[in-house]
């Protein structure tokens, strides 16, 4: 048998062989009684030995005709058997060639999956790193930067004058630039105009970003004093913040008073981005006395500082003095003499500014000395 078989066929293929071999020894039989009573004298003897005969003749025909069947059914069987075997191996082959097409799909999701997982973990990992080495390097750099500056100067600036000096102007993440004010002076109509002014301010300046990153930082921080019975003349008016407009109303939103509302204070804060700046300019007014001064400083670093004046009150006599080492340049308008600017072209630190006076105007009176009979007159204002 060409393969196991199963215990039924097991028992047909044994009944088969009981079969044949029978159908021999009777063949064999009946055929040695033919030889045996054919030449017998007796009729009937004779008689049966031809029956045997052809009865023994029938047996080995019917067992070669088992023979043949059996071995047309065995090749029949081993024909089926090669040929289910075949398409067995078609099956199993076309199965295992989807299993690997499968686990060929998968093998190459996961490859792509752990490579964009990899890459990304690498990009994070790299960033990291870089940006570990960018705060140690900027560290570094600024320690070194302040050894050289204490060793420079450590020994003519006192160790309180040197902090300030890094507290404020050298760790400093902003600055502004262009920074221009203007003040308007005018009469003020109604009760008391020989003792008040209204001043009206128009400041514009640019608010720069000094550092690599997003700082959210005051873009506006102005104050105005309240001067009682002229609250309506003292006020926020407008602001203009990278063209976008905020009217009083706006502005309203962002004023601190304190608890006496004798002072106002605006404040807007914004974003700057990285190494970017942001445009500013905001009007407010407010009334003074007609003798007074008006402070112009700075709470951050500035390259420059113009000051400009319109006094609208010929009766009134203005100037200003630099709150600099270096004195602001007076640059007096040639055509109105109502105009008048004073400009700082150097950088201004915190503190730093310039510092208005006006006052009504001295008539010049005369100074009389009597000496032989002489008067010297001399105009004071």
């Given amino acids: 048998m060409s393969k196991a078989t199963t215990p039924g066929e097991k028992k047909l293929y044994e009944k088969f062989w009981f079969i044949s071999v029978v159908s021999l020894i009777l063949a064999w039989s009946l055929i040695q009684l033919h030889h045996r009573w054919e030449h017998s004298v007796d009729p009937d003897l004779h008689l049966m030995g031809l029956i ?86 900027n560290e570094t750099n600024t320690k070194l930067l302040k050894d050289v500056f204490q060793t420079v ?17 050298l760790k400093k993440d902003v600055m502004r630039k262009g920074y221009k004010a203007s003040l308007t002076i005018r009469q003020l109509e109604g009760e008391n105009p020989d003792s008040l ?49 905020f009217d009083a109303a706006a502005l309203s939103k962002n004023i601190v008073q304190d608890d006496e509302q004798a002072l106002w204070k605006l404040v807007l804060m ?36 113009e000051m400009e004046i319109f006094s609208h009150d010929p009766q009134l006599s203005v100037y200003a003095v630099s709150l600099h080492p270096d004195d602001a340049d007076h640059l007096p308008h040639p055509l109105n003499p109502e105009h008048t600017s004073w400009k700082i072209n150097h950088a201004i630190l915190p503190g730093q500014g310039i510092v208005v006076f006006w006052h009504p105007r001295r008539e010049p009176r005369l100074i009389a000395e009597v000496d032989e009979h002489q008067i010297i007159a001399a105009p004071t204002v």
């Fill in 197 to 245: 002014v209204v001043l009206c301010f128009a400041d514009s300046y640019e608010v720069v970003n000094l550092t690599d990153k997003i700082i959210n930082v005051p873009l506006i921080g102005t104050m105005i004093d309240i001067t009682p019975a002229y609250e309506d003349k003292c006020k926020f008016v407008s602001a203009i913040i990278d063209g976008t407009h």
């Fill in 153 to 169: 100067y450590e020994r003519y600036i006192e160790p309180g004058v040197f902090k300030i000096i890094d507290t404020h102007v």
């Fill in 270 to 305: 914004g974003e700057i981005p990285p190494r970017g700046s942001v445009k500013v300019s905001l009007q407010y007014s407010k009334v003074g006395p007609k003798t007074y001064s008006e402070v112009i400083c700075t709470t951050v670093q500035m390259d420059s500082l």
């Fill in 52 to 137: 045997a005969k052809e009865a023994g003749f029938a047996c080995l025909v019917a067992f070669f005709l088992n023979l043949s069947i059996e071995w047309i059914n065995r090749r029949r069987h081993a024909d089926h058997e090669e040929s289910l075997v075949k398409i067995i191996d078609q099956k199993h082959q076309e199965r295992i060639e989807l299993l690997l097409s499968n686990l060929r799909s998968e093998h190459d999701k996961l490859l792509r999956d752990l490579s964009v997982d990899l890459e990304a973990k690498h990009k994070t990992h790299t960033t990291e790193l870089l940006l570990n080495l960018d705060r140690k390097y």
